[in-house]
């Protein structure tokens, strides 16, 4: 238990759904983060939020769209996925102060398959 | 230009035996250089981090890392290599441009075998 939840852990859709991911921390973070996690590629950084406001978006296109309401929650809403999109999104939060120094913590990241 | 190289693919140990995950780095100015592990179906889990000091770093699971700066490395060692050690291990440093950007290996698969 990393302290960082994410749901639904497998999502199965058509490219024509629309589908969200959702990912909440309980650590007190300020920071909350979306990777895309594709075989034997290193993470690819897609958005960072720190303080509710979006600091890092990282050429994303706009099919996937990032919201964050409050400092304990992020989602990912997805909508005409491709099939390269399936991958798996990784959620990660880090402290406050601590943004270059400190650590990230990952939830258990949300299988996504587009079909 | 900032990059991580981690240049094998997966590495086999015997259970036993030590380990190395080898990595290196470019990086402008002052590395913050990062491990960390995935166990399968998981997230990624810290092991440990070098940010200034002593070169030798120990972390999580009896693992450690040695920096060197003059040959821009930062490998993961452990003495005695256990089953469970197997997993996916992922290098990174932190972009010096950025407050938030890690530059990520692409992992190394390690495998232990009994």
């Known amino acids: 238990e990393t302290g960082v939840t994410q749901t639904p852990r497998h999502l199965v859709m058509g490219m024509t759904n629309k589908k969200s991911l959702k990912c909440e921390q309980h650590?007190?973070?300020?920071?909350m983060y979306w990777y895309k996690q594709s075989a034997k590629k290193p993470l690819e950084l897609m958005f960072v939020?720190?303080?509710?406001?979006?600091?890092e978006n990282n050429s994303v296109p706009s099919r996937f769209s990032p919201e964050c309401p409050n400092s304990s929650h992020l989602f990912l809403h997805l909508h005409t996925l491709q099939p390269e999109d399936s991958a798996l999104y990784l959620c990660a939060s880090s402290p406050p102060s601590a943004t270059r120094t400190g650590e990230l913590f990952f939830g258990e990241g949300s299988r996504l398959t587009v079909l | 230009a900032q990059s991580v190289a981690q240049p094998e693919d997966q590495v086999n140990v015997a259970e036993g035996n030590p380990l190395t995950v080898k990595c290196t780095y470019s990086v402008s100015g002052n590395p913050y250089l990062f491990w960390y592990v995935q166990y399968p179906n998981r997230g990624l889990q810290f092991l440990l981090k070098?940010?200034?000091?002593d070169n030798l770093v120990k972390g999580s699971y009896g693992f450690e890392a040695e920096f060197n700066k003059s040959q821009t490395s930062f490998h993961l060692k452990k003495p005695s290599a256990l089953v469970s050690d197997s997993a996916l291990y992922f290098c990174a440093v932190r972009d010096q441009d950025s407050n938030y950007q890690l530059i990520w290996g692409a992992g190394t698969k390690l495998i232990i075998k009994p």
């Open positions: 650590l007190g973070h300020n920071a």
């Open positions: 070098y940010i200034t000091g």
């Open positions: 939020y720190s303080l509710e406001e979006r600091v």
